[in-house]
């Protein structure tokens, strides 16, 4: 089971990507990361939920999400992610095992790869506020927004989830995109999702 490859919930018809493994706490155990629309069904979810990939194989349940808060008196969520358990029969791997996680800078260079997509980008903001509405529901986020280095999109939509690299770090995992698909928003580590988890690579 590969980093940034598909991942969704049992008998969904659209998911994400699987953003990476990790641990938190002192057993060791292993825990992969998506984004909470992805595999947390945007709070509608429980411990123990079963998550598939694209054959609709099980691959794990569930197990920790960052309860999503609408965006009323401007509340802006301060990250976007979900925990789940790998099915134990399954193998963990990094497509691409990251030296660390980092912060970025406006006009460094990121990398996102998945099974049939490769792309190339530079962060262009590090707080780009962005308004996402899900089921009538408006939601506020500050991501880092990154524009490809071609006249094609940096990511597509089914990336949700997938991990984003600047100098073989771990910069964050992809939010999403804009209506035009030229610009991503990826939700940071070092500044977002590792202040609300000590996860370790």
Excluded at 54 to 60: L, R
Excluded at 109 to 129: E, K, L, Q
Aim: with cysteine; aromatic share 10%; net charge neutral.
């Amino acid at each position: 089971m590969v980093t940034n490859t598909i991942i969704k919930r049992k008998n969904a018809s659209e998911g994400g990507l699987i953003g990476g493994w990790f641990s938190f706490e002192k057993n060791g155990q292993l825990y992969g990361i998506s984004c909470n629309h992805v595999i947390a069904n945007i709070n509608a979810c429980r411990v123990g939920d079963i998550l598939a990939n694209e054959k609709n194989d099980d691959i794990g349940v569930l197990s920790h999400w960052l309860q999503l808060k609408p965006a009323q008196n401007g509340f802006t969520n301060k990250a976007e992610f979900a925990l789940f358990l790998p099915k134990p029969n399954l193998t963990p791997l990094w497509r691409s095992k990251p030296n660390g996680f980092v912060n970025g800078t406006v006009d460094a260079r990121v990398d996102f790869r998945c099974d049939d997509y490769a792309s190339r980008g530079t962060i262009t903001n590090m707080s780009h506020p962005v308004s996402i509405t899900w089921n009538n529901i408006d939601y506020h986020f500050r991501c880092i927004e990154v524009k490809s280095e071609t006249n094609g999109s940096f990511s597509k939509p089914g990336h949700s989830g997938g991990s984003v690299y600047c100098d073989e770090k771990l910069l964050g995992i992809i939010l999403g995109i804009n209506e035009t698909g030229d610009k991503t928003y990826v939700v940071p580590f070092a500044d977002g999702i590792l202040n609300l988890v000590a996860l370790a690579i």
